[in-house]
């Protein structure tokens, strides 16, 4: 079982509307959780991190986290061209080192 | 302040070559990551760093890749007799310590033919 996992996508979602992307995790004990988008042909760049059970909001980005179902979300309201790009889930196991998802792939159509 | 840095941004190397690629983190960061990433494909962890512990090598595919780090700063990732598999995306990526968020340079595209 991969530790942590995403859906591949690609994930198409119509300008304007609400993107949902999720991540699932392994270790119970995982306490910090990342979300970083990457650009085609970029390096990943973090927008998001969340810490404790609950939503978290910066700007149209909101992380949400349960623990209890080992499920992290990113959701992005008002979705723009712009947001096309990979998104990638992050987890810190206990004990361990930061562990990417493979990605999940968005692209929002004008 | 000033990003990770990685040099050069390109290579381009024959096969059998050995080459090194550089990373400059964030200073005062003392976690420093390798990874790879293929056209398509995810990150691959690579190697760790973390202060004066020793590295964490597991992610290394061969023992033609090797790594080091000095002064707790700058990291050198050494491939040696470089196969055309070793094109990737290197990228390098720095954090306070293992625990908190990692910040990633602009990799280094390398092209083996």
């Known amino acids: 079982q991969k530790e942590v996992e995403q859906n591949s996508g690609p994930l198409s979602v119509p300008e304007g509307a609400i993107a949902s992307l999720n991540c699932t995790y392994s270790d119970r004990g995982s306490q910090s959780f990342f979300w970083y988008r990457q650009y085609s042909g970029k390096s990943p760049e973090l927008i998001m991190f969340?810490?404790?059970?609950g939503d978290k909001e910066d700007g149209r980005f909101t992380a949400q986290l349960n623990k209890a179902s080992q499920y992290v979300s990113l959701l992005i309201r008002d979705s723009q061209p712009s947001d096309s790009a990979t998104y990638l889930c992050?987890?810190?196991?206990?004990?361990?080192?930061?562990?990417f998802g493979q990605g999940t792939e968005l692209s929002v159509k004008p | 302040g000033a990003g990770v840095s990685q040099s050069p941004s390109n290579k381009v190397t024959e096969k059998g070559k050995d080459v090194e690629l550089r990373c400059d983190p964030i200073?005062?960061?003392?976690?420093l990551y390798w990874y790879r990433q293929s056209l398509g494909q995810g990150l691959e962890f690579l190697i760790y760093?973390?202060?004066?512990?020793?590295?964490?090598k597991s992610g290394l595919p061969s023992d033609r890749f090797s790594a080091e780090r000095t002064g707790g700063s700058v990291s050198t990732l050494t491939i040696q007799r470089t196969q055309q598999e070793d094109s990737a995306v290197y990228l390098c990526?720095?954090?306070?310590?293992?625990?908190?968020?990692?910040?990633f340079g602009p990799g280094t595209r390398l092209t083996v033919t």
């Open positions: 990526a720095s954090s306070r310590t293992d625990f908190y968020e990692q910040y």
């Open positions: 992050a987890v810190i196991p206990q004990g361990g080192k930061l562990i």
């Open positions: 969340i810490y404790s059970n």
């Open positions: 200073s005062g960061h003392t976690a």
């Open positions: 760093f973390q202060g004066n512990s020793a590295p964490d």
